[in-house]
Nanobody, 121 residues
């Protein structure tokens, strides 16, 4: 069983930055694909960014603005969000799965509780 806990959300003005953190338990953290998803009110959950052992992947709307990274020594994944826009407002959730990086949320076994990110205009 892997436990996932996010932190770092909050309220920021458009153009600002936030860094989300995702701490996961487990001795095999380095082998997990980790991803960030978000869900805005009235919308479906969408893939934002993911990282596996050797690669990263981003949805088009955040390319060049967001950066995902991981520190395997700390069992932690980060999402640096820059140039934030009001349309980035959502609950951001971190997820983990054994195996390759996949963008579908249904492929992920372990989820955090989510953290709210609100970007004001």
């Amino acid at each position: 069983q892997v436990q996932v806990v996010e932190s770092g959300g909050g309220l920021v003005q458009a153009g600002g930055s936030l860094r989300l953190s995702c701490a996961a338990s487990g001795r095999t953290f380095s082998s997990y694909a980790m991803a960030w998803f978000r869900q805005a009110p009235g919308k479906e959950r969408e893939f934002v960014a993911g990282i596996s052992a050797g690669s990263t992947y981003y949805t088009d709307s955040v390319k060049g603005r967001f950066a995902i990274s991981r520190d395997n020594a700390k069992n932690t994944v980060y999402l640096q969000m820059n140039s934030l826009k009001p349309e980035d407002t959502a609950v951001y959730s971190c997820a983990a799965r054994g195996g390759i990086l996949i963008t579908s949320p249904s492929a992920y076994n372990y989820w955090g509780q989510g953290t709210q990110v609100t970007v004001s205009s």
